[in-house]
């Protein structure tokens, strides 16, 4: 069975504090991991995919890497506008679906 | 704009009475997916659908049922059979179908409260 789990649960920072979100997981025929950002009462937006071990995505102060059994989002001197839940999933190919972890609610404060 | 459409955004219901959630779609994907979120939790798959008049259940199908007439709407509806329906629903889509790495786009969701 697919498995995707996030740590922390929640994490709060400083504004400019830089740290990573933490994305562990265990799938057969993985075929993407995604990050998506959710807001509170919105649903899910859509970051990035990773599709292979070593592979590197960037936007703005964010920064996605992958292994073969993690996933990490970097952020770099976060804004409080970075506040959100983070969300990760892993695309089973076999399966034909997503496998989603709990979320990092991650709070930057001014 | 393209988009997913779900409405409600809040619905009240009895407990005992069947509910159904609109999901329309203008993006013309094939794929369209129905997720439970409860809270601090991450998402749980329900149903999903890769074409017209067809559909698979997913890890919490039970209580729930579908139907997807039409390539642009996907409704759910919450029977009474569901034991604990008062979540937040989110429903998704995807360019190419669920065998596919594509990313998931998402409506705004329905916050559903049962008493």
């Known amino acids: 069975e697919d498995q995707v789990t996030q740590s922390p649960e929640a994490l709060r920072l400083q504004e400019g504090e830089s740290s990573s979100l933490n994305c562990s997981y265990t799938?057969?025929?993985?075929?993407?991991l995604f990050w998506y950002r959710q807001d509170p009462g919105k649903g899910p937006e859509f970051l990035f995919t990773?599709?292979?071990a070593g592979e590197e995505k960037e936007k703005e102060r964010l920064k996605a890497t992958l292994t073969k059994k993690e996933s990490f989002l970097h952020i770099t001197a976060p804004k409080p506008e970075d506040s959100a839940t983070y969300l990760c999933?892993?695309?089973?190919?076999?399966?034909?679906?997503?496998?989603f972890g709990d979320g990092t609610t991650l709070t930057v404060k001014p | 704009d393209g988009g997913i459409t779900q409405s409600p955004k809040y619905l009240f219901r009895k407990e005992g009475q069947n509910v159904t959630l609109s999901c329309e779609q203008n993006?013309?994907?094939?794929?369209m997916y129905w997720y439970r979120q409860d809270p601090g939790q991450g998402l749980r798959l329900i149903y999903y659908?890769?074409?017209?008049?067809?559909?698979q259940k997913g890890d919490i199908a039970e209580g729930y049922s579908v139907s997807r007439e039409k390539k642009e709407s996907f409704p759910l509806t919450v029977t009474s059979a569901q034991k604990n329906p008062t979540a937040f629903y989110l429903c998704?889509?995807?360019?190419?179908?669920?065998?596919?790495?594509?990313?998931?786009?998402f409506g705004n969701g329905t916050r559903l409260t049962v008493t």
């Open positions: 998704a889509s995807s360019p190419t179908g669920s065998r596919y790495n594509s990313p998931l786009h």
């Open positions: 799938v057969s025929g993985l075929r993407g």
């Open positions: 990773l599709y292979s």
């Open positions: 999933a892993v695309h089973n190919t076999n399966a034909g679906k997503s496998t």
């Open positions: 993006l013309n994907h094939d794929a």
């Open positions: 659908s890769q074409i017209v008049n067809d559909f």
